[in-house]
């Protein structure tokens, strides 16, 4: 198990030093700004949207701790050319794997987002590593609230 979470944290900090889509998208669609208080994470997501509710592209951009930016990365990897409701899918299934009793085993179909796993040993970090999904969520619902984890 040890090896495999070395390997799980060498995905996150990776993740966090090179984040993929990690940029502003010029004519997005949509747009949306998350901030967790608990521990200072804050991003803004972006998106296009293809024909047939599809993610076309997506991006973006924040500060925050390795956590919060490696789940930001990994979802805009997991999450292009997805439906929406594919997305929401994949959110339910994420959410539930870092909100879990520890030692259970992260649920198929996450890909690479299993990384984050071990995040349910550490509550504190749940909002980071959930930041992201919120915001994207607000963005796919059309909302300009911003969204804060509190
Ligand atoms: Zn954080």
């Not at 608990?38 to 803004?44: E, H, M, R």
């Not at 509710?53 to 990994?74: P, R, T």
């Not at 984050?116 to 059309?142: I, M, Q, Y």
């Amino acid at each position: 198990m040890s090896e495999l979470r070395e390997l799980y944290q060498e995905v996150i900090l990776d993740h966090n030093k090179h984040p993929r889509n990690f940029h502003e998208m010029p004519g997005a669609d949509r747009q949306a700004e998350g901030f967790n208080p608990l521990c200072g994470d804050q991003l803004t997501v972006y998106l296009k949207l293809g024909a047939d509710q599809k993610i076309e592209d997506l991006s973006f951009v924040g500060s925050g701790c390795a956590i919060s930016k490696a789940s930001a990365s990994l979802m805009t990897d997991a999450l292009k050319g997805k439906s929406f409701s594919e997305a929401k899918a994949i959110f339910e299934k994420f959410h539930s794997m870092v909100t879990a009793s520890p030692g259970l085993e992260a649920p198929d179909g996450l890909g690479k987002l299993a990384v984050l796993a071990g995040v349910c040993e550490f509550p504190a970090r749940v909002k980071c590593a959930s930041l992201a999904w919120h915001t994207l969520n607000s963005a796919l619902d059309g909302s300009s609230e911003a969204v804060t984890t509190e």
